[in-house]
């Protein structure tokens, strides 16, 4: 079965600062990964995803992410922290057999000191 | 127009009575899902439908129901609401075509059974 853990439910940055959001999963095959951001009050939105090709991906807003196979990590980066950046952060995995669920990892919460 | 909407957005009811949530969706996509979120959980998922005549259980369908009553419309039914049902749901749509699996989702309806 596959799963998705995130260090660091809560994590805080100055305006300015690197962000780094850190996300492990596992998955008895290829995985398909993504991250989504959560602003307060309102649903999940797709920052990025990763399926095949360059294990470098970028996004939304200025955030990337590097799939790394043999540490089995995805995890977000932003050279620059802005105020907007403020809000839940969930990684998240699919596997390959055609089902197509997600299984989201518990969520970390970005905050960005003045 | 938001492509995935939810209804109600809040609901406060008490223990023991019926509810439903509903789902439209103007994407044109064949998969719907619902999700439930708690904090430091993140969201698991409650059923799934990749067609109207296909319906499955996800890791908490206990307590809950679903009817996917055409393409676009998937509600999610509570027959007997306890406290512990109290969350915010989440609806979400995928398209089977595209691939890449990625899910999109509506805006939340927060219950809250007391």
């Known amino acids: 079965a596959q799963s998705v853990t995130q260090l660091g439910s809560h994590v805080s940055v100055s305006e300015g600062a690197l962000v780094l959001l850190r996300c492990n999963y596992s998955?008895?095959?290829?995985?398909?990964l993504f991250w989504y951001v959560q602003y307060p009050n309102q649903g999940l939105q797709l920052l990025l995803k990763?399926?095949?090709?360059?294990?470098l991906v970028k996004g939304i807003n200025g955030f990337e992410a590097e799939f790394k196979k043999s540490e089995t990590s995805f995890h977000l980066t932003k050279p620059s922290a802005h105020m907007s950046d403020a809000a839940e952060y969930f990684c998240?995995?699919?596997?390959?057999?055609?089902?197509?669920?997600?299984?989201f990892g518990t969520g970390t919460r970005l905050t960005i000191i003045p | 127009d938001a492509d995935v909407t939810q209804t109600p957005r809040n609901r406060i009811t008490k223990t023991g009575k019926r509810i439903m949530l509903e789902c439209s969706q103007t994407?044109?996509?064949?998969?719907m899902y619902w999700y439930r979120q708690d904090p430091g959980l993140g969201l698991r998922l409650i059923y799934y439908?990749?067609?109207?005549?296909?319906?499955n259980k996800g890791e908490i369908s206990d307590g809950y129901s679903v009817s996917r009553q055409a393409q676009a419309k998937f509600s999610l039914s509570l027959e007997s609401a306890i406290p512990n049902q109290t969350a915010l749901y989440f609806c979400?749509?995928?398209?089977?075509?595209?691939?890449?699996?990625?899910?999109?989702f509506g805006p939340g309806t927060r219950l809250t059974v007391l």
């Open positions: 979400a749509t995928s398209d089977h075509s595209g691939g890449a699996r990625e899910q999109f």
């Open positions: 998955s008895s095959v290829p995985p398909y």
């Open positions: 990763y399926t095949t090709g360059a294990t």
């Open positions: 998240a995995v699919s596997d390959d057999f055609g089902n197509e669920k997600l299984t």
């Open positions: 994407k044109g996509h064949d998969r």
């Open positions: 439908s990749f067609d109207v005549k296909d319906i």
